[in-house]
């Protein structure tokens, strides 16, 4: 596995998973050098990260660091940033757009799992399910990554 120094989580438009990503991220990384943040791939100007996102977070006492969504530009990649997408579709659309990012995968792919992360609409409840879910794969991705420190 590469050594990343950036990790960024990609979703449609950055208002919901890969915020949520990005926060357990953030918590689980506990001080590592890993820079961790999220990007949309719609993002025509700045929206409000979803709510129900927000309060779903902050029932597991974690705060998103971005209060607005951000697109994904040329200047976040490098030669070790792992892009980790919540789709498929996604995934394909980071590499038609921006061909310098050399590691790219969706977040089931990187942690050996097929399929998407899908946006969770209606109720609390659904946030929730999505939230525990990211959770699981947010993990098993940290495992992957912070392997190589329990050898």
């Known amino acids: 596995m590469a050594n990343f120094s950036r990790l960024i989580f990609v979703c449609t438009d950055n208002s919901c998973l890969s915020i949520m990503a990005e ?5 689980i990384k506990r001080g590592r050098p890993l820079e961790v ?3 949309g791939l719609v993002v025509l100007f700045p929206e409000p ?3 129900k996102a927000v ?4 029932n597991h006492y974690m705060e998103p660091l971005a209060r607005e969504s951000r697109g994904l530009e040329t ?4 030669e070790t940033t792992l892009v980790l997408t919540m789709t498929v579709s996604e995934k394909r659309r980071v590499m038609e757009s921006f061909p310098m990012a050399n590691f790219v995968y969706t977040l ?3 942690t050996g799992e097929s399929g998407d992360v899908e946006q969770p609409g209606g ?3 659904n946030y929730e399910a999505c939230y525990r879910r990211i959770l699981r794969l ?3 991705a940290a495992e992957i990554l912070f392997k190589e420190e329990k050898a």
């Open 75 to 78: 200047r976040d990649l490098n």
């Open 138 to 140: 947010v993990t098993a």
């Open 49 to 51: 990260v979803n709510q």
């Open 37 to 39: 943040m999220s990007r």
């Open 23 to 27: 926060t357990v991220m953030n918590r």
């Open 55 to 58: 309060t779903i977070l902050e």
């Open 123 to 125: 109720e609390l409840e």
């Open 108 to 110: 089931r792919e990187f």
